[in-house]
């Protein structure tokens, strides 16, 4: 048996202490590298200052925000059965980020330090509910698609309608962080507004597992099954709102996570919706910790922002995604 | 054992279901025939607890089923769509497994108990040797026969099948039939709804015809497939005959 | 630090040679130009609005950018006020039907070779990035306005401030201007002219940076420099890139070290200008060598 046919075989506690152990070595890598490489370069105070004001809450940033995003993204494929689903793809975190730039723009966050990750969520909850308006309770893959891509496409343009009124000096710079994400630089007061409103999303998305194994038999088999689709329906919405809305508020749109770790995550999940949720949820972790890792390391060669680094893996996979499935997409 | 009094359902404010009644006992397998678009699906579905209707009571075992908690309707009926999709890839064992899923608390994984019943239900189907072949790599009468699988798991002591043999081959259509007849054998009560007249009047012992949302006729095979019936349901020319020993329903042609 | 050459223009020296060149200057301006003293001066960047708004009277400028009075960037924002506004597109610009346009080297290209298809007259400025072209930039303003007198004696107190500061101590303390979103004072801009002119050593050569001219905080904190220059107050703008001006670990650095606050206003054109934050520089230069004995 090939290794990959070995690893396929693996049992789902296996999988999850295996992927539980790659985030954790992940975590570890990040704090380790800054941008003159491995190691901190320098001594005592300074050094303690990187490691914990700076360095840590990247690392735990970065594990936050990948796990919410591999785990929505694993959601949200799930309950649409649909393997194109990912929040940046369906407009969900382009409504965060205009959530967020309202709110700090409106100067609501100047007031209150929690309406910025609350202005993620409610962009957040209007796009999903705007997306699921547009392409109808029971639209195609494609369909889903085109909707998601009519509200990101509104959201950019609104987002980019507020920096200019807001007579921001700093407008197109500004902008380039909302659309392509950074986490650099973040502070571990940022990351206490947002920390616990990801766990709570993260945690309502967690408890859909069983519902998502249901639904692969189709609506009306998981009802009779005895699951409550309209209750899974809250907890994915509000879930997906919660984590996605709070993570974007703090680090601008990160696209493609939530499509690429799923999808190569499945095959070891066995298919199962369930199980492939925790797995997402790792398996984000550990790619976004790992990107972060690469940017770091590719400093003095070239300057990217995550968004990109994410976005030059993703779209081409999105492109394979799309035409492997092309004869299955007929909307 | 399952019955329904003056169901009155509308879907999108078109009423599909107008005052029907129907009542199916245990040990039989009782057949819903009817044209297309009649409400046979409908009222499966109103019969499985999974659409309230607007007027009328559904009872299972004597009891209401709005007053029925879901999880425990599930583990006495069992529910085949007419949908045979499998949206992932999951083995065949996998998808007899989600008829467990009434005993699982939440947070639990498998019992002894499922186990158990899972292999039951796969040796019952015949299907035990296709247990780690993905479902997607199957045939029509193998899928068939896991998805009935997965409900039997579920141990119901009632069944509603919606069209269960619908484009399947010769040969799996009489396997999917005898077997849900043993399953009427053993006590359960068995509903299906199909379009195959000649099958409807093999195996079922009792059949409903279903028209316009009302129940136009019910009693055994024999009685309802008359040429009266068929002629003003069916709009058909055709009869009720024996062949071989076995019944059969020809419609010879389209009256005019 | 290389001074405007303007100092051998001392003395009755001096008084003859302007003469002359005066009476070159004129016939050969007036031919050249057709008119020595444009009386309808449009300028489209906030450079040459400055330098224009110091060279000329009021009377004579039809409109400036909205830049000029804005105190945040603009060093003389009252000189400014009232005076109409230019929005830079060429209808704009025409209604004001200029005889002379001022214009940057940046970002109104297409503007500017529209007017001059449009036979307008249209003087490019260049953007000095060393203290040198300052009197570059200021004479250019300056003949083409018609002012060249003005121009030479604005120069000459330039140089004079500058001589005022005197030559710096060794060793020279290092410094860097920090800025939203971790710009930094870049080697070979303005803003690194201005640090080498007080005394300076512009910390950020020795942290080897990348393209785009950012310093990650975790560099700043680890090898910080002796000055730490703020360009701008934390709150000062609502924008998510002043984050890092908020970061507590900027914050423990500013407890421990000493840090000025030099608003952009002060060095953001290569005007005479930016004598003011030179010697605010400088003064800070001093204190800390001071401290240090």
Redesign the interface.
């Known amino acids: 048996m090939s290794a990959a046919a070995r690893a396929r075989r693996l049992g789902p506690a296996r999988l999850l202490a295996v992927l539980g152990a790659a985030a954790v070595g992940a975590f570890a890598l990040s704090l380790a590298v800054g941008p003159a490489g491995i190691g901190i370069d320098a001594g005592g105070e300074a050094r303690s200052l990187i490691l914990t004001e700076i360095r840590l809450p990247r690392a735990l940033l970065g594990a936050l925000v990948g796990g919410s995003l591999g785990l929505s993204g694993a959601a949200l494929q799930g309950y649409l059965r649909n393997p194109l689903a990912e929040p940046s793809l369906v407009g969900i975190s382009g409504g965060a980020a205009l959530g967020a730039v309202l709110a700090i723009h409106l100067g609501l966050s100047q007031a209150l330090a929690l309406a910025l990750p609350a202005g993620g969520l409610a962009g957040a909850a209007l796009a999903m509910i705007a997306v699921v308006a547009l392409a109808g309770a029971h639209g195609g893959p494609l369909t889903l698609i085109l909707a998601g891509l009519a509200v990101s496409s509104i959201a950019t343009a609104l987002i980019a309608l507020a920096l200019n009124l807001a007579r921001n000096p700093f407008a197109s710079v500004e902008m380039v962080f909302w659309m392509m994400g950074s986490l650099a630089d973040r502070s571990l007061a940022q990351l206490w507004l947002s920390a616990p409103l990801m766990l709570a999303g993260m945690g309502l998305l967690l408890t859909v597992g069983r519902t998502l194994d249901a639904l692969t038999l189709g609506e009306d088999a998981a009802q009779s099954l005895g699951l409550d689709l309209a209750r899974a329906r809250l907890l994915v919405v509000a879930g997906t709102a919660l984590s996605v809305g709070a993570a974007t508020a703090v680090t601008g749109i990160i696209g493609f996570v939530g499509l690429i770790v799923p999808h190569v995550l499945r095959p070891f999940a066995h298919h199962r919706p369930g199980l492939l949720l925790p797995a997402s949820l790792l398996g984000g972790a550990v790619m976004l910790l790992l990107a972060d890792v690469a940017l770091r390391l590719l400093q003095p060669v070239v300057e990217l922002r995550i968004g990109v680094l994410s976005a030059l893996i993703g779209a081409p996979f999105f492109v394979w995604l799309v035409f492997k499935t092309r004869s299955e997409l007929a909307p | 054992m399952l019955e329904a009094q003056g169901l009155y359902v509308a879907l999108r404010g078109r009423p599909v279901l107008r005052g029907l009644d129907f009542a199916a006992r245990p040990g039989e397998v009782t057949g819903l025939i009817g044209p297309n678009g009649a409400g046979k699906t409908t009222l499966l ?1 109103v019969l ?3 659409l309230t209707p607007a007027a009328g009571t559904v009872l299972l075992g004597g009891r209401p089923m709005a007053h029925c ?7 006495r ?5 007419q ?1 045979r ?7 065949a064992r ?2 007899v497994a ?2 467990r ?2 005993y ?1 608390p ?1 947070g639990a994984g498998e019992s002894r108990e499922d186990a158990r019943a899972i292999a039951s239900a796969l040796e019952a189907m015949d299907v035990a040797h296709l247990a780690d072949r ?1 479902v997607h790599e199957m045939s029509g009468g193998e899928r068939a026969r896991v ?1 009935l699988a ?1 409900a039997l798991a ?1 141990e119901p002591q009632a069944l509603l099948a919606d069209e269960p043999a619908a484009g399947l081959d010769p040969a799996h259509q009489l396997i999917l039939f005898r077997r849900l007849a043993a399953l009427a054998a053993d006590g359960r009560t068995v509903v299906a709804a199909l379009h195959d007249l000649s099958l409807a009047a093999r195996f079922c012992h009792k059949v409903v015809l279903v028209h316009a949302g009302r129940a136009a006729a019910a009693g055994t095979p024999e009685e309802v497939l008359q040429v009266e019936h068929l002629a003003a349901v069916y709009g058909v020319r055709g009869r009720y005959a024996t062949l071989d020993g076995v019944p059969v329903v020809l419609a010879s042609d389209l009256l005019p | 630090m290389r001074r405007p050459g303007v100092g051998w223009l001392r003395g009755p020296a001096a008084a003859v040679a302007l003469l002359l060149l005066a009476a070159a200057a004129v016939p050969a301006a007036a031919a050249a130009q057709g008119q020595a003293r444009p009386g309808r001066i449009v300028s489209l960047d906030l450079c040459t609005d400055q330098l224009l708004v110091e060279l000329v009277e009021r009377g004579r400028i039809a409109a400036v950018t909205h830049l000029a009075a804005d105190p945040a960037v603009s060093a003389i924002p009252e000189m400014a006020r009232g005076i109409s506004i230019t929005r830079g597109v060429a209808e704009d610009v025409l209604r004001y039907d200029p005889d002379l346009v001022l214009a940057g080297p940046f970002g109104v290209s297409a503007t500017v070779d529209l007017l001059r298809r449009l036979g307008r007259n249209v003087v490019v400025v260049p953007l000095p990035s060393e203290l040198s072209g300052i009197a570059a930039a200021v004479r250019t303003v300056a003949a083409a306005v018609g002012e060249p007198a003005k121009g030479e004696a604005m120069l000459a107190r330039f140089e004079r401030r500058l001589a005022q500061l005197g030559p710096p101590a060794e060793p020279r303390p290092t410094a860097v201007i920090y800025q939203i979103g971790g710009s930094v004072s870049g080697p070979g801009s303005l803003a690194d002219a201005a640090l080498a002119a007080a005394g300076f050593r512009n910390m950020v050569a020795a942290y080897r940076l990348t393209r785009g001219g950012q310093v990650p905080l975790e560099v700043l904190i680890a090898r910080p420099p002796d000055l730490l220059v703020l360009s701008s107050a934390p709150d000062e703008y609502r924008t998510v890139l002043a984050d890092n001006l908020r970061h507590p670990a900027l914050a423990a650095l500013r407890a421990r070290r000493p840090s000025l606050e030099l608003p952009w206003r002060h060095w953001l054109c290569g005007t005479p200008r930016i004598a003011d934050a030179i010697e605010r520089l400088a003064e800070a230069r001093a204190a800390l060598q001071a401290h240090r004995q």
């Open positions: 579905r499985a607890g999974l908690h879901p999880r425990e309707r599930a583990r009926l069992a529910y085949l769509p949908e999709t499998v949206h992932w890839a999951l083995a996998a998808v989600l008829g899923l009434p699982q939440l993905p998805l997965r579920q």
